[in-house]
Every structure is written in structure tokens, then in C-alpha cells.
């Protein structure tokens, strides 16, 4: 029977872009320092020095070939610098810690220096792709780091990263999915035990530019994207149920939101914290709920679409912003909602312009 794996991944920034760490979350620690000892004198380029020790670490008796590439890094030895002690020690700086924990020693930098901050043309390009399990999608903290963490089986399901620069943009893509066929996952209770089931958590920078694009399906999902910095946002969901959520403004906010929902039930709570200037939602074979409430920048403009076969749709609309919505059925006919007795007679209030099409399904728009 395969084990579950309980593990963390951080994609850090370092000058080159953002780089995948391995970090241990079984019993034991890999920065054991009573057996780690003296660190070895690095090579005349620099370049430290495989320390022996790492063959004792408890973490190497099941990631052997992870621990002896930790060995060969300046991971090894950062904990033994006296200057990277005291920056680590002041938490307001966690920049300072870059240098020391990348994968590679960066060339011409002193330990326990800061490098020089990264340049990039344009947000960081996210891309990530979530099948079968469990997953939240939340805000970190605002370190620069994407960090992954959570349990699943490695005969079972693969987690890999890629990280790439075209035209000085960066690009990292993120994928977790099943590499062994259906009845082996059957066999071993994916999907009748909830234990077996992976369980991911993403968690995304703050304060960093970010274009973010989101594939999840198979699965249940719960995104909260408040408080990101966000540019262009596009969400795929499909297979299962999944929960969207912006529970404090985005960032300057989003300028351009897709979603595409299948097969499945998605529901996105406070739309108006994503202050977008358009939304194009989709859904079919599965019923979709949006949320308009939060806080749209007042004097604002946003044309939403939502376009809905086989299912039901809902869209709900506070009566603090002024609404322009229509809604077609399957035949064509058009159904005008005017402004409710309740709306806002602010004149510097949102104005929101909602058109909701369906087919074979309702379509709902509601003002509370």
C-alpha cells in the first residue's frame, strides 16, 4: 500500500526567478546541528562543499536523494553563519534570509549578505493546475514566496513546478496530478476515505504583482483570493464543488476576471472586493451563485456576463451599488430588471451592468 507523504514546497524569489525548496515535515529535524558539526571548507569558486553528515539526518532515511542535494547547497551551512543568525533573528527583515535559503549559493554574494532585488517586465506569470483532492487556495504571507503544503501518496499523484523567463517575464507553473491509473487509486480508497484523499494548501504572496491563472477539477475547493494583487485572473473549475471568496479588496483591483465552472456547484462570495472592470463567467452541467457585495470603488463602471447551460444560475446584487441588468432565457427573450426601491440614490455609487444568458437552466438576478 502507498504511504501519504506530508511535505511543504516554497517557490522563493532569488535574482533568477523563484525556486522550489523542499521543506521536511516529518519527525526530526534536517537542520539537526549536533550532527551536522563543523560545516566544510567551501571550493576556491565558492561553491560550498557536500557536507558527510547529511547520511545521519532522520529526514534522510526516506528522501535520500533530496537530503544529499540539501547537503550540496548553502542550506547546509547558512544556519553556522553568525551574521545570518542575527538577521534571521529580526523577523521585520525576511528578505535577509534570501541569500542563504535558495537552492544555489548566489555568485559573488557574501553569506549572509541581501542580493540585489529581483527586476522582472510585469506581474509574475502563476499558473497552477490542481486535480483530485482537496484544496485551499489562500493568501500568504507577503515574503515574495509561493508555498505549497499538504499530504498525498507519491505512488500516487505528482507535484511538480516549473519556473521560466521569456522576455524578462517570469513564468512558474505549478501542476499536482494523479500518475497512476484509476484502479490503483481505487484499490489504494482514493475517493471512499477522506483520509486518503490529498489535501493541499496553496498559499499565494501578498504584495506581489501576479497574473494567476487556476485549473482545479476532480476535487472541492476553497479560494480565497482577498488581499492579493491581482491583474488579470482567469479560474477554471470543474468536477466537484468549489468555493471562491474575496474577502478584502484585491490590490488596484482586477482588470480582467474569467471564470468558467463545469460540471459541478461554484459559488464566489464578495466579487465586488475583486473592484474588476469586467467579468465573464460561464458555467454548465452545474449551478452557479455570484456574490456582487463588497467594495467596489465608488464612481466605478463593470460589465458582467454570466452565460449558464444545463443548470441554474444566480447572481445577488446589494442595493448599494446601481444595477443595469437584463436576463435572456433559451429562447431569446429578454427580461429587463430595473432599479429596486431599495438601491442607492448615491450618484457617485457603482454602476454595475450585469447580463446573465441561459439555456436549459434558470437564470436569477436578486437585490438584497
Request: net charge negative; glycine share 10%; aromatic share 4%.
Amino acid at each position: 500500500m502507498s504511504r501519504n507523504c506530508r511535505f511543504a514546497k516554497a517557490i522563493a524569489w532569488s535574482g533568477a526567478g523563484y525556486v522550489v525548496h523542499d521543506l521536511e515535515s516529518h519527525n526530526g529535524s534536517a537542520l539537526d546541528g549536533a550532527r551536522l558539526g563543523t560545516a566544510p571548507r567551501p571550493l576556491a569558486d565558492g561553491r560550498p562543499v557536500e557536507n558527510p553528515a547529511w547520511k545521519e539526518l532522520s529526514c534522510a532515511g526516506c528522501h535520500e536523494n533530496v537530503a544529499r542535494e540539501w547537503a550540496r547547497t548553502t542550506h547546509a551551512t547558512a544556519w553556522l553563519d553568525p551574521r545570518y543568525q542575527e538577521e534571521l533573528a529580526d523577523r521585520r527583515k525576511p528578505e535577509a534570509c534570501h541569500n542563504c535559503h535558495i537552492p544555489e549559493p548566489l555568485s559573488g554574494v557574501e553569506p549572509g549578505t541581501k542580493p540585489a532585488a529581483p527586476t522582472a517586465n510585469g506581474p509574475m506569470q502563476l499558473n497552477v493546475e490542481l486535480q483530485e483532492g482537496t484544496f485551499d487556495i489562500k493568501p500568504g504571507e507577503p515574503n515574495g514566496r509561493v508555498q505549497v503544503e499538504g499530504r498525498f501518496s507519491e505512488a500516487l499523484y505528482e507535484l511538480t513546478q516549473r519556473t521560466e523567463t521569456e522576455n524578462g517575464t517570469l513564468r512558474t507553473t505549478i501542476r499536482f496530478r494523479s500518475k497512476a491509473p484509476m484502479w490503483a487509486r481505487m484499490l489504494a480508497g482514493i475517493g471512499n476515505d477522506d483520509n486518503n484523499r490529498p489535501k493541499l494548501t496553496l498559499l499565494i504572496p501578498l504584495a506581489v504583482p501576479i497574473d494567476l491563472s487556476l485549473n482545479v477539477s476532480m476535487g472541492e475547493s476553497r479560494i480565497d483570493l482577498g488581499g492579493l494583487t491581482l491583474n488579470d485572473l482567469a479560474l477554471d473549475l470543474s468536477t466537484g464543488n468549489h468555493e471562491v471568496d474575496f474577502r478584502q479588496p484585491v490590490v488596484d483591483g482586477v482588470t480582467r476576471l474569467r471564470l468558467s465552472a463545469r460540471m459541478g456547484n461554484v459559488r464566489v462570495e464578495n466579487l465586488g472586493n475583486a473592484r474588476a472592470k469586467s467579468v465573464d463567467a460561464s458555467g454548465s452541467m452545474g449551478n452557479l451563485t455570484a456574490d456582487l457585495g463588497g467594495d467596489w470603488r465608488p464612481g466605478s463602471e463593470a460589465e458582467l456576463s454570466f452565460t449558464q447551460s444545463m443548470g441554474e444560475i444566480r447572481v445577488n446584487v446589494p442595493n448599494s451599488v446601481r444595477l443595469q441588468a437584463d436576463v435572456r432565457d433559451a429562447e431569446g427573450k429578454i427580461r429587463n430588471i430595473g432599479p429596486d426601491a431599495d438601491e442607492t440614490k448615491d450618484p457617485k455609487a457603482p454602476v454595475i451592468k450585469v447580463r446573465v444568458s441561459t439555456s436549459m437552466g434558470e437564470g436569477r438576478v436578486t437585490r438584497y
